[in-house]
């Protein structure tokens, strides 16, 4: 079973994105509401198609659901496009494409608070999951 590093740092940000410290990933996901900036990408196809991934049981937010095609923390001092270049190769095994940003907006459940970045791209290449999620495919 795989599982994320709950002492993985996350920039801790106010509502403008400025960075005004640092938490765990426990400390965030951990009912404190500590907002934190994430990245989410949707993959559409040529078709008009919507590219999803499962995420896995193991995870402690939203285990076996489906859920946009990536989606990711900002490390510290990374860049929005960073991050989202970062996770697409690392969760999709895709490099190379062209994002438009979507939205900024802030996400609250009753255990964390994220500022997410949402960005869409068209893409027709081969999409790879990797081994941290329970697959994906597109979606008419």
Not at 117 to 133: C, H, M, Q, R, V
């Amino acid at each position: 079973m795989n599982q994320d590093n709950d002492e993985e740092l996350f920039p801790v940000i106010d509502e403008q994105g400025n960075i005004i410290g640092s938490a765990t990933r426990r400390e965030c996901h951990g009912e404190s509401k500590l907002l934190h900036p994430v990245v989410h990408l949707h993959i559409f196809n040529s078709r008009g198609e919507l590219y999803l991934q499962k995420r896995p049981s193991w995870k402690d937010i939203q285990p076996g659901k489906w859920d946009t095609a990536v989606g990711g923390h900002m490390d510290l001092g990374e860049s929005a496009e960073i991050a989202l270049q970062r996770e697409a190769r690392e969760e999709l095994n895709i490099t190379g494409f062209a994002s438009e940003l979507l939205a900024n907006y802030i996400f609250e459940s009753e255990r964390e608070r994220e500022l997410i970045f949402a960005y869409k791209t068209i893409y027709d290449g081969e999409i790879t999951p990797s081994n941290e999620l329970d697959g994906g495919r597109f979606w008419t």
